[in-house]
């Protein structure tokens, strides 16, 4: 599986964003987000179950209701649109994949590709 995160840039407080992750063979596999701010850890932030399963959605607390995360096997990508950004989003954003959502995704990621830099500030 190859990932690769795009849409990241510099957005004001209360915009918002679409990022995407280009992957290819990962049809069986939940594709997670997740970010990193600096000197911080890495925070799950959604996780979407692969369509052979069910195709659920999870997100952490402090982006549920704002983000919504999606993904298209057909065109080998997931996506993730952030509303209402607030200035604690900015991070470096990945996306990568895990067997389940169930349990610490970010943990049990089994791949995951290059960021993306998400900047929320006036």
């Known amino acids: 599986v190859q990932l690769q995160a795009s849409g990241g840039g510099l957005v004001q407080p209360g915009g918002s964003l679409k990022l995407s992750c280009a992957a290819s063979?990962?049809?069986?596999?939940?594709i997670v987000w997740f970010r990193q701010a600096p000197g911080k850890e890495r925070e799950g932030v959604s996780c979407?179950?692969?369509?052979?399963?069910?195709?659920?959605?999870y997100y952490s607390d402090s982006v549920k209701g704002r983000f919504t995360v999606s993904r298209d096997n057909a065109k080998n990508a997931a996506y993730l649109n952030m509303n209402s950004l607030k200035p604690e989003d900015t991070a470096v954003y990945y996306c990568?994949?895990?067997?389940?959502?169930?349990?610490?995704?970010?943990?049990?990621?089994?791949?995951w590709g290059q960021g993306t830099q998400v900047t929320v500030s006036s």
């Open positions: 979407i179950s692969s369509t052979v399963v069910d195709r659920n959605t």
């Open positions: 990568g994949v895990t067997h389940t959502c169930n349990g610490d995704y970010v943990s049990s990621l089994t791949t």
């Open positions: 063979g990962f049809d069986y596999y939940a």
